[in-house]
């Protein structure tokens, strides 16, 4: 269990310069960061969680609704703002995003070590996977109804995702076989619908033709090849990278190279080969201009919309490809995508910016799914008071008798207003992935207690990894009084 501790230092730098190579040794890799003044705690993050599900889950079927006016998930529809209430469900590749969040539920409970929530969690991805699996034809990604089916290629690219994770956390050889058929599936067409796959062959496609992954195929039921200047969207491409990379790590090594025409399944080495060639297509393609995302391209320049969630997988395969090969380059984009978001995509205050089209509330979730690798893993720490004040206003907003919000952190939510399980899925998403015991209120950063750079991280101050790092380093005491986190523990100067 994650445990807070407070140790009392005073002011001598003979007491804190050791306490600091302690605590470097026990949290390598860790950095020091502020701690916010917000009021949400873990129990409000929990509940938060719960009452989304209880909001919008439908429980009969362990399918997810598309807003609060449905009395159950039936059948594909837009809901009640289409002023249809006849039992829609969600749309089927948000319904990953919420398969995503239970997960992450799991996987909190699991790091925090609390046994009751891990029991509690891992029965209801039982639930929710048998519910998923039932309603949509099986898994059967080559049924292409437009009811429960697959017709769309991202679509079942954000399951090929979900499912890795799925099998990452809970270890069934159930979810890493769909998980790679469903990748498979995207990436060679089906013999059953007829489509030749999504991704753009630079053998097939010349010249700026080639390269990427085109986003759907038509007809739906029997498709045609397709052609160049079919579309190709950054939210078919950098999911792509997501899963590719998800399956590097998780399929076994020395598997023989598969040679039927459309094989189901990819050796370890492939999925990494071809997560940096899509990753080298889209990021050249789409994202010309330093971390702005485009929405797509249909053989012309790129187009561009800005979309949370192209930020969001933009950054989610910049940090995974990172992690793999040690490639500055994956670093510097996942940082660059992540600041474009908080400077172009946020208001004043920087709270998230709402997408209120159809469908497009869920794209908070999509967020909260990748920004912790950018926080935590790449140690930029100086977006935890961003992230802390949507959580705040976020829950400040909320309907206080449901404990759902609508998306919109900004708008207070009512009680008689219905609310969409897209654009209800931002908040306890992020809560889910930003623990509130990992801050503290009022903390005076070690970079102000050594005169300040502005900006926010700075690694030659915040990041020290080791004992080894502090060896010749000069830190000029007094250290400034204040609260001081180190990996979620409490040091307290004065």
Known sequence: MYMTTKTTIRTAE????????????????????????????????????????????????????????????????????????????????????????????????????????????????????????????????????????????????????????????FGSAEYLIYAERSFCRVWYGSAVVGDDGSYADPARFSGKDGGGMFWEWQPIAKANPHQAGDFRSACINFPTVIAACLLHQLVPEGRAVPTAARPTSQTKEWYLEKAIEIYDWASKTLVPSAGRVADGIHGGGPEYSDHLYNQATYIGASCLLYKLTGDEQYKNNAISGTRYVFTRMVNAKRILKYEGGYEQGIYAAIFAQYLPMVVYDLGQTNYLTYVQANMQTAWDNRDPVRGIQMGNFTVATARTDVVESYGASGMPALMLMFPAHE????????????????????????????????????????FRRGLYIIDGRKVVVK
């Open 14 to 169: 003979r007491h804190i310069l050791p306490l600091l190579c302690i605590l470097c040794l026990i949290f390598p890799g860790h950095s020091i960061v502020r701690a916010q003044d917000f009021t949400i705690t873990d129990a409000m993050q929990w509940k938060a969680y719960d009452d989304f599900n209880e909001a919008l889950l439908d429980k009969s079927r362990n399918i997810y609704k598309s807003d609060t006016d449905q009395k159950a998930a039936d059948h594909r529809g837009n809901g009640a703002r289409d002023n249809d209430r006849s039992g829609c469900a969600a749309a089927v590749w948000c319904q990953a995003i919420y398969y995503d969040m239970v997960i992450n539920a799991y996987n909190r409970a699991k790091k925090e070590g609390n046994e009751e929530l891990m029991t509690k969690y891992s029965e209801l991805h039982k639930k929710i996977h048998r519910g998923e699996k039932a309603h949509y034809v099986n898994f059967n990604f080559n049924d292409a109804n437009t009811n429960n089916g697959w017709f769309v290629y991202d679509d079942i690219m954000w399951w090929t995702c979900a499912l890795a994770r799925a099998y990452e956390a």
């Open 439 to 478: 801050t503290a209120d009022a903390i005076q950063s070690l970079n102000d207690s050594q005169g300040g750079h502005g900006g926010g991280f700075q690694p030659a101050f915040l990041n020290i990894h080791s004992a080894l790092d502090l060896a010749g380093r000069s830190f000029t005491p007094p």
